[in-house]
């Protein structure tokens, strides 16, 4: 069974910048794809960005690209997510998932383990 820990949200101005951090542990996350969705109480969870399991695909909402970046080191079993420039409409519970599969795809059905989430706020 594959665990995963987010860390890293917290309180910030628009403008600044936060990474956040997921850690698997349970297995190797070497052949899962990874994905950052986001979440606003009341709302649906939302696509934020995605990677393949070798790192080199990258997948992004709209929303954020240009802005955020994903990365991951799969020798660690982390995966990041670099967001700059946040804006108020940034905040949200952010999760970190993992899919059995190769494509960083956007939709949340596909992904098979999901972490607890951490809270990133975004002050205007």
């Known amino acids: 069974q594959v665990q995963l820990v987010e860390s890293g949200g917290g309180l910030v101005q628009a403008g600044e910048s936060l990474r956040l951090s997921c850690v698997a542990s349970?297995?190797?996350?070497?052949?899962?794809?990874m994905a950052w969705f986001r979440q606003v109480p009341g709302m649906e969870r939302e696509f934020v960005a995605a990677?393949?399991?070798?790192?080199?695909?990258?997948n992004y909402a709209n929303s954020v690209r240009g802005r955020f970046t994903i990365s991951r080191f799969n020798d660690k079993n982390t995966a990041y997510l670099q967001m700059n420039s946040l804006q108020p409409e940034d905040t949200a519970v952010y999760f970190c998932?993992?899919?059995?599969?190769?494509?960083?795809?956007?939709?949340?059905?596909?992904?098979?383990?999901w972490g607890q989430g951490t809270q990133v706020t975004v002050s205007s």
């Open positions: 998932a993992l899919r059995r599969g190769v494509g960083a795809v956007n939709f949340p059905t596909a992904y098979d383990y």
């Open positions: 349970g297995r190797s996350f070497e052949s899962y794809a």
């Open positions: 990677v393949t399991w070798s790192g080199r695909g990258a």
